[in-house]
């Protein structure tokens, strides 16, 4: 009996110390790695089940432009559009003057969740049916616009397409799907078994498991865990600091959902009633669909015959491999990281926002957008610290730049020929937009 005590007794004191050894690594990690912020305005919005997620917003310090939702992947945040800082598609989008919201969606550790909630609540439905449309009323709300540009990838372009086949396109003026799984059908690829297992018990633990070993990951260039990348194809600046504060966890629920799509084929969502897989060619928003030739949860045969089935006419596919005149056969997650991201990705996903202008329709002012707690803006520490800027200005001066806004009709849109893979040029009217430098 005493041996057995003193089994379990040096087994608790091991268990202790490793445990403050780990906690003391992640804590020195933290401080060498501070997360980043650059946006201009942090906003809180409250979901109808009481959830808190935030959205980051950059904008021009001018008039901003038309407004683009960036939802980001599975097991990551903003940071997948905000990295590397500089030279990210964020920075594309405002340097033409584009509002870009960045939504973190309840997954992220940015999210409050209500009494009694935490992240083993979470799924998919959630993101779906609160997190985005309050994402998209708010927006619209703040900014008078009653449509917004939607940019996903991978995960965040599947709640494109579900969220258009549920909820229509009402409120979209385009979409672009970066690395977009179109169903799990004719998909080979699968997630370290193990480690997702772990993430279905204990998804912090994973987390934390791989933002520990996110110093070595530049150096060693794995080829596994949960983001297929062709690490020769990845920036330089997109180092241990931004893959660090970019990682979260997954939740259980979600973890279990994505295995039976895998396992089964079949996408369904609202509790298995509704079958996206089969309604996918019902997708009507405008929509770029950018995919990586080394990319396994995009193979080029079903996204294309993904991309033929959909009635809209108003569709483009771009397909990014050498042979198509790119500068590397991408992946998956290197779709926003690569070294020629911004003329081989951002600039086409551009042209097409600019070729699908919103049309301004000056509503009466939303109680939300005039509601105090519900938006609270910070200025990031990018920019010189100033006092806060009172909020009925800014509403006044653009309230004076919509009415000559509303007046102007956009050209009309050029047709996009289903199988054209590069964007057309951009049109003159975008060069407007351009941010002073």
Known sequence: MGLIFAIVFWVIVVGVVLALLVNGYMVALMMRYPRPQWADEVHTVTTEDGWSIQLFRRKNSG???????????????RLNFEAPHGHAIVDTLEAQGYDSWLVELRCCETATPPEGRDIGDVSFDDYLYKDLPAAIAHIRATTGHDRVHWVGHSMGAMLLYAYNIVFGSEHLASGIALGAPAGFRNVAYAPPALLFRLTMVAPRTVRTLLKSITPIVPLFRPGFLAFPVNWDNVHPQVDAHVLFNMVEAVPPQVAREFDEWL?????????????????????DVPLLVVCGKDDPLTPEPRIRQFFDALTGKDKQFLLLSKKGGASADYGHADLLFGKRGTEEVYRPALEWIQNHPVKRIRRRPARKASAAPETVPVKAARTAPAPAKSKPAPKKKASAEEKPAAKKKPAAKKAVQPSQEKSAPPRKKSAAKKRST
Request: no cysteine.
């Open 63 to 77: 008039a901003p432009g038309e407004p683009v939702l960036l939802v980001h992947g599975l097991a990551a945040n």
């Open 263 to 283: 396992s089964t084929g079949s996408w369904r969502v609202r509790g298995g009633q509704v079958d996206i897989t089969a309604k996918l060619p019902e997708i």
